[in-house]
């Protein structure tokens, strides 16, 4: 099966703080996503890559920025987190020619800015 | 840009009755269509997924959805609910060939005794 790993499934950060959420994915999936999830606005995308180094603004991209220098790792940055940034953050994976073309859901990151 | 719209963001239901979740959605292009499920404090699950062929699709669980492209919607449906259908439900498009998701608001169903 498929797994996408999250690093950690609750967080709590003050304001001002530089956050990392980690994404892990063990499918050699191309694709890698950064979803915001918030109550009443379904989920909404930050950032994606289709590529190692690469990256493309979703969305909703300000106050965030992304890493991918593997293609198993994909990196969600909040340079310096905000109130308005608490939320639950879903990272996502999925190849282009396999699977149907499915995304894969990490079980998310409960973010909580002080 | 494509859009998604869930016609009901909660939808109330009694154990055994059949439930139909409403998705419309808007785009340029081909689509993919898709619904997720996603159960209390955990990630998002793929339910079925529409990409060609049958606009009937059968999913896990007993969904099915049927893709209508003259009234672009994609509804769920269920004959008869159980107590662990309680759970939030998202649509989801992606334009064909590409792999990014645009999600609706979700449905929350709950299902009574």
């Known amino acids: 099966d498929v797994k996408v790993t999250q690093s950690s499934r609750y967080l709590v950060k003050r304001t001002g703080e530089k956050v990392f959420l980690e994404c892990v994915q063990d499918m050699d999936h191309e694709n890698m996503f950064w979803y915001r999830q918030d109550p009443g606005l379904g989920l909404r995308l930050i950032y994606f890559?289709?590529?190692?180094?690469?990256?493309e603004k979703g969305d909703i991209p300000e106050g965030y920025s992304v890493s991918r220098e593997k293609k198993e790792r994909f990196s969600l940055i909040l340079e310096s987190a905000s109130t308005n940034q608490t939320s639950m953050y879903l990272c996502?994976?999925?190849?282009?020619?396999?699977?149907?073309?499915?995304?894969?859901f990490g079980q998310g990151t409960r973010l909580t800015v002080v | 840009a494509q859009s998604v719209t869930q016609l009901d963001s909660q939808v109330p239901v009694f154990e055994e009755a059949p439930v139909e979740l409403r998705c419309n959605y808007s785009s340029s292009v081909s689509v993919y269509l898709f619904w997720y499920v996603q159960y209390p404090n955990q990630g998002l699950q793929l339910l079925l997924k529409?990409?060609?062929?049958?606009?009937l699709v059968k999913g896990i669980n007993g969904f099915e959805a049927e893709f209508n492209k003259s009234q672009t919607s994609f509804h769920l449906r269920k004959p008869s609910v159980h107590i662990s259908d309680t759970a939030e439900y998202f649509c989801?498009?992606?334009?064909?060939?590409?792999?990014?998701?645009?999600f609706g608001q979700g449905t929350i169903l709950t299902v009574h005794p």
């Open positions: 989801a498009v992606s334009d064909v060939g590409a792999g990014k998701l645009t």
């Open positions: 529409y990409l060609s062929g049958s606009t």
């Open positions: 996502a994976s999925s190849s282009p020619s396999r699977e149907g073309v499915v995304a894969f």
């Open positions: 890559s289709y590529d190692v180094k690469m990256k």
